[in-house]
């Protein structure tokens, strides 16, 4: 089972996954796994490689676990947390353990190798954000976990499938990096009265210098101390706390403005490998009027080193203002 | 002029480059190491390097030529620049300030071949009396709150060159990383009235379990919630809050215990990229009760992927107890 453990100064939680175990000489340099469609768990025919699915959009009358799918979600087959069992909270002296309970599911975008979120159809990437709001309303039933968080590693080095995929994991805890955000935003609601991230909307909206794109529901924008070069934020116009609760017109709106800005990076970047990550808020509606979901797309340009590391203080050599203006310009 | 900005939801500060802004096309060329005999780090090149702050060297040779054992020059490409004001701006929910700050390169040997696989104690003792040397000089500049010395060691941890060297920031801010730690330490100390750390390194000594290596003064251990495998904390065992403020029988120990430390990382993992961060308490701040100084070394093995980055939660493939039982059987 893997283990959840906080860090005693920090609070910061770490997945010390044993299952894992890596000797010293694992970590030879890497190598890369062959691209053959035919073994690809992940391709149209090939279901019988993976767990049975959770969810598939598919033609009426196939077989779950069969061909004839769009959109297929499949529990992660090493999975870095596991649905069953008790979380045993436990104090070591000082140090706090629990068992690393949660979700790891992957949504598999496309039944096709080589179809991805750039090159698909809009109704595609609709039906793909139909699958991520499904799942996690699903998911959400069970009241042991805190927090959900979708998650997409796209490109060499960065993941270990090369179709199209992105994963869902909900844990028992929320995550540092949320419980950041909902600080700020706590503190700001506190001392405004208003939705920090509403604000933030605003003024891009209003200074227009770092804005890429923009649609009814959507913006799309480098935020003003972005930490890598061609950072990109996605984010809802009016105040969502769950990402969840998008309707139906708005699903369409946020496709589109998910795509432009891929496509937008391709564009400028060719074949950049990227990451983005999907923050909503905690599954309590404790947070409902501060906290606003969002997306925050990073391409994997720099490399991170002990500076950044060490004291969570990036140098960003591409100002935001150059990079969104680039990308505004780019033609998709 | 560099530029601070301040994220408005999680308050990290970032720097912005603008003189040397990059363009997309920047980030496609292969970055290939310099050739040794055009290294600006090594000695006779002198010239093609900015003039040195200070160096250890022979007397009776002069600065800036050959004859030194460590080296210390402003950085030529530096994140932040010396001269100027602060100018803190708000404009709508946003904070600024220029870019004030001291960004120098310690070059740790005239030897370019030469690392924390071969260096001498007494190398690694002028290494860290270096830091220590400017570190105190730094900190009466009363513009920066805090100073970063830290290493990049092999590209993959993000050194653009192969002659040994390490590296010191000096900010007018006091990093996110290193407030947290303050703040933790802080709560923990208003419960308890002992210094986290203190507990942590009592705990791990009579545990035994995650100890890779210890002399009178210092202590080596993987952390109970390690983020990377192989992570290692470097700990004096006396409470201590600033680095700066060691003396030369510590700068000993330390030097023998990073020696013995990096010697068995190196070994058992073969050589691999890696980072270390020397963790101190901010400079105008009053926390010598609860805050203690130590160097963090994360071996670069694993990618860090969207999960970590997105969520600040890690994961690690290696038990770090695991971690320490391979370090500590290696000679």
């Given at each position: 089972m893997p283990q959840l453990r906080k860090?005693?100064?920090?609070k910061q939680w770490v997945i010390i996954s044993p299952e894992r175990g890596k000797r010293p000489s694992d970590f030879k340099r890497s190598e890369v796994t062959p691209d053959d469609p035919h073994k690809c768990p992940f391709c149209e025919g090939n279901e019988a490689k993976t767990p049975p699915e959770t969810l598939s959009f598919r033609t009426s009358g196939t077989l779950a676990n069969h061909k004839g799918w769009w959109v297929r979600v499949i529990p992660d087959s090493s999975p870095i947390l596991k649905p069953d069992g008790d979380s045993d909270r436990e104090g070591i002296g000082m140090f706090d353990a629990m068992n690393s309970i949660g979700v790891h599911e992957m949504v598999i975008e496309s039944p096709n190798h080589t179809t991805t979120i750039q090159s698909a159809s809009i109704e595609q990437v609709r039906e793909v954000i139909w699958a991520y709001k499904q799942r996690l309303l699903e998911i959400k039933k069970n009241p042991r976990y805190k927090h959900f968080m979708i998650v997409k590693n796209s490109g060499e080095g960065v993941s270990s499938f090369t179709h199209s995929h992105s994963h869902i994991v909900a844990t028992p805890i929320i995550p540092k990096r949320i419980e950041e955000e909902l600080e700020g935003a706590r503190e700001y609601y506190h001392y405004h009265d208003r939705c920090l991230f509403c604000d933030i909307i605003k003024q891009e909206t209003k200074e227009q210098s770092r804005l890429v794109f923009e649609n009814d529901n959507f913006i799309v924008y480098c935020p003003f101390a972005s930490r890598f070069p061609f950072e990109m934020e996605i984010t809802p116009r009016f105040h969502q706390s769950f990402f969840e609760m998008l309707e139906n017109n708005q699903v369409h709106s946020f496709a589109s403005a998910l795509q432009t800005a891929l496509r937008k990076l391709e564009a400028l970047l060719p074949g950049q490998p990227y990451n983005f990550v999907l923050h909503t808020s905690p599954c309590s509606d404790s947070y409902r009027d501060f906290y606003h979901w969002h997306v925050e797309l990073i391409p994997k340009l720099t490399k991170i080193a002990g500076f950044e590391w060490g004291s969570g203080f990036y140098i960003n050599p591409t100002p935001p203002e150059d990079a969104a203006r680039m990308l505004r310009e780019a033609k998709v | 002029m560099p530029q601070l900005r301040k994220d408005p939801v999680t308050k990290r500060w970032v720097i912005i480059l603008h003189e040397q802004a990059k363009s997309p096309a920047d980030f496609q060329i292969p970055q290939t190491p310099r050739q040794s005999n055009k290294c600006?780090?090594?000695?006779?090149?002198?010239?093609?390097?900015?003039?040195?702050?200070m160096s250890y060297r022979a007397p009776d040779t002069l600065p800036n030529q050959p004859g030194w054992e460590v080296r210390v020059i402003p950085n030529k490409f530096p994140a932040l620049q010396i001269e100027g004001d602060l100018d803190r701006t708000g404009i709508g929910v946003y904070d600024m300030m220029n870019g004030v700050g001291a960004h120098e390169v310690i070059i740790e040997s005239p030897d370019h071949e030469a690392g924390f696989h071969n260096y001498s104690v007494e190398q690694i003792y002028r290494i860290l009396r270096t830091y220590t040397d400017r570190y105190r000089d730094l900190r009466r500049d009363r513009r920066f709150r805090y100073i970063l010395i830290f290493k990049n060691n092999g590209s993959a941890a993000g050194a653009s060159l192969d002659h040994p060297h390490s590296q010191l920031i000096a900010t007018p801010i006091i990093p996110k990383r290193a407030m947290e730690e303050v703040e933790g330490a802080k709560r923990y100390y208003y419960y308890k009235e002992r210094c986290v750390f203190c507990d942590i390194i009592r705990q791990e000594l009579s545990s035994g379990e995650r100890i890779i290596h210890e002399n009178e003064q210092f202590v080596a251990f993987a952390p109970f919630?390690?983020?990377?495998?192989?992570e290692t904390w470097i700990a004096p065992k006396d409470h201590k809050d600033s680095f700066g403020d060691i003396d030369n029988s510590e700068i000993e120990g330390l030097a023998g215990i990073m020696q013995a430390t990096l010697q068995k990382l190196i070994k058992t993992l073969h050589n691999p990229p890696f980072n270390y961060v020397i963790h101190t308490s901010p400079c105008d701040e009053h926390c010598s009760d609860y805050f203690h100084w130590h160097i963090e070394i994360m071996p670069r093995l694993t990618k860090v992927a969207g999960f970590e980055w997105g969520s600040g939660f890690y994961i690690n493939p290696v038990a770090p107890e695991r971690a320490a039982r391979f370090l500590i059987n290696q000679e």
């Open positions: 860090d005693p100064v920090l | 600006p780090f090594c000695p006779g090149h002198e010239d093609m390097a900015p003039p040195e702050v919630a390690s983020r990377f495998p192989f």
